[in-house]
Nanobody, 130 residues
Framework: QVQLVESGGGLVQPGGSLRLSCAVS????????IGWFRQAPGKEREGVSC????????FYADSVAGRFTISRDNTKNTVYLQMDRLKPEDTAVYYC???????????????????????WGQGTQVTVSS
């Protein structure tokens, strides 16, 4: 059974930084995408970023490209989302998510095309406010 456990959310001022972590366990297979979605109050859940397992390629939504960086540490089975130059509009619950359909996951992140994700974490709140 896949388990994704997020940590690292909190309150930060505009322009500040946070790093989210997602501890992964129970995932089988070598071909999958793992990354982050977010959902702000009153809005649809949206893809933020993902990384593919087999080649390490990274993908970002336009709204976060150049400010957020996704990475992974295979020795710790952990995926990170480094968020810099945070804006109030980044305020949301951030969810770690994983799925074996890599092309669809990438389309969800890059083009905002909704998809059903196989595994979700419980979410962590990020609030950007002065």
């Amino acid at each position: 059974q896949v388990q994704l456990v997020e940590s690292g959310g909190g309150l930060v001022q505009p322009g500040g930084s946070l790093r989210l972590s997602c501890a992964v366990s129970g995932f089988t297979g070598d071909y999958y995408a793992i990354g982050w979605f977010r959902q702000a109050p009153g809005k649809e859940r949206e893809g933020v970023s993902c990384i593919s397992s087999h080649d390490g390629k990274t993908f970002y939504a336009d709204s976060v490209a150049g400010r957020f960086t996704i990475s992974r540490d295979n020795t710790k089975n952990t995926v990170y989302l480094q968020m810099d130059r945070l804006k109030p509009e980044d305020t949301a619950v951030y969810y770690c998510a994983a799925d074996q359909n890599v092309p669809k996951y990438v389309r969800a992140v890059v083009h905002g095309i909704p998809m059903t994700i196989g595994s979700w974490g419980q979410g962590t709140q990020v609030t950007v406010s002065s």
